[in-house]
Nanobody
Framework: QVRLVESGGGLVQPGGSLRLSCEAP????????IGWFRQAPGKEREEVSC????????YYDNSVKGRFTISRDTDLNTVELQMNNLKPEDPAVYYC???????????????????????WGQGIQVTVSP
C-alpha cells in the first residue's frame, strides 16, 4: 500500500525557512521517484522538486533553485524538502507525490506532469506572511 504523509508546514515570515517531510513506505523510498508539488489558489499544480532513488538524482524548478533542497532519508523513510529564503510567491498547499521507476521514462530524473504521478499525499499548507 502506497501512503504518503506530509508534515512540517506552517507559517513563516518572508526570508524564513521551513522543512517539509514526506513519510512513505520503505519500498516507495527504494523504487519510486518522489516529487514535491505546490498549488496556490487560482494556479495549476506545479512540480517544484523531485528526487529519484537512481543515483539520488534531483530536480529543481527554476523558481526554487538555490533556495530549496530535496533529500531522501532511507532510515527515516522520508523525503525532506528544506525550504530557505521563502518568498511571497511560495505560499501554497504542498503535496508529496510518488511514481514507480518502472513507469518513468529512461533518462529522466522525474516526470514533471501532475498526471504522471499515481500516488499523492493529502497536502500541507505553507504560508508566508509578515
Amino acid at each position: 500500500q502506497v501512503r504518503l504523509v506530509e508534515s512540517g508546514g506552517g507559517l513563516v515570515q518572508p526570508g524564513g525557512s521551513l522543512r517539509l517531510s514526506c513519510e512513505a513506505p520503505k519500498f516507495v523510498l527504494e523504487d519510486y521517484v518522489i516529487g514535491w508539488f505546490r498549488q496556490a489558489p487560482g494556479k495549476e499544480r506545479e512540480e517544484v522538486s523531485c528526487v529519484s532513488p537512481k543515483d539520488d538524482s534531483t530536480y529543481y524548478d527554476n523558481s526554487v533553485k538555490g533556495r530549496f533542497t530535496i533529500s531522501r532519508d532511507t532510515d527515516l523513510n522520508t523525503v525532506e524538502l528544506q525550504m530557505n529564503n521563502l518568498k511571497p510567491e511560495d505560499p501554497a498547499v504542498y503535496y508529496c507525490a510518488a511514481e514507480s521507476l518502472t513507469l518513468v521514462d529512461y533518462g529522466h530524473i522525474c516526470p514533471h506532469r501532475t498526471s504522471a504521478f499515481s500516488y499523492w499525499g493529502q497536502g500541507i499548507q505553507v504560508t508566508v506572511s509578515p
